[in-house]
């Protein structure tokens, strides 16, 4: 089934770095953009990062831009994010996201695939 | 940066109920507004994009509607399993932004 799982989640001291992964399966990958999508514990979902359904674009939120990477493997139907220099204001659930608006146009504007989501914990 | 200012940040109602949470963005965003239903430890869950189209399988009496700046989720009558946080979010920037949540809390 269309699903997608996140992976790499963990306890990581301040200023330090971690890598999260988002296996996608059931669906054909490279035919859509992705996003990471953040909750920090009892807040409200912050967008992070999209990267084009080819990798072609990225586009991040400032509060992570210049410390996080978003990346993508087409061949291994895999999502990256690469959080470096990492602060306490980091800790939160991280869900992977699919927009479901494919190049060709057809399909949903809008996240219509999640995963269950990675928890960051930045801590000493 | 596109804001998305949504109210109420919170609201109690009982079963049955009619319900509207508003959002608002800080510039014209052309429908392109989804709205999201969290549960306490889950995902997010699709219920409408471009403002007004219900997902598949989304119970119709989710409804949605706008333009410009100010959109409208309504719940027609509440359900038991309506109780959640609510999210919009804008997509017409590649910034995407979320609204701060509504949370529907049984009265």
Not at chain 1, 43 to 66: H, P, Q, R, T
Not at chain 2, 16 to 39: E, F, H, P
Not at chain 2, 58 to 73: A, E, K, M, N, W
Request: proline share 3%; hydrophobic share 30%; glycine share 12%.
């Amino acid at each position: 089934q269309v699903q997608l799982v996140e992976s790499g989640g963990g306890v990581v001291q301040p200023g330090r770095s971690l890598r999260l992964s988002c296996a996608a399966s059931g669906f054909t990958f490279s035919s859509y953009g992705m996003h990471w999508v953040r909750q920090a514990p009892g807040k409200g979902l912050e967008w992070v990062a999209v990267i084009w359904y080819d990798g072609s674009n990225k586009y991040y939120a400032d509060s992570v831009k210049g410390r996080f990477t978003i990346s993508r493997d087409n061949s291994k139907n895999t999502l990256y994010l690469q959080m470096n220099s990492l602060r306490a204001e980091d800790t939160a659930v991280y869900y992977c996201a699919r927009f479901g608006l494919q190049p060709t146009g057809g399909g949903k504007e809008a996240f219509d695939i999640w995963g269950q989501g990675t928890m960051v914990t930045v801590s000493s | 940066d596109i804001q998305m200012t949504q109210s109420p940040s919170s609201l109690s109602a009982s079963v049955g109920d009619r319900v509207t949470i508003t959002c608002r963005a800080s510039q014209g965003i052309s429908n392109s507004l989804a709205w999201y239903q969290q549960k306490p430890g889950k995902a997010p869950k699709l219920l409408l994009y471009a403002a007004s189209r219900l997902e598949s399988g989304v119970p119709s009496r989710f409804s949605g509607s706008g333009s410009g700046t100010d959109y409208t989720l309504t719940i027609s009558s509440l359900q038991p399993e309506d109780f959640a946080t609510y999210y919009c979010q804008q997509y017409y920037s590649t910034l995407f932004t979320f609204g701060g949540g509504t949370k529907v809390e049984i009265k």
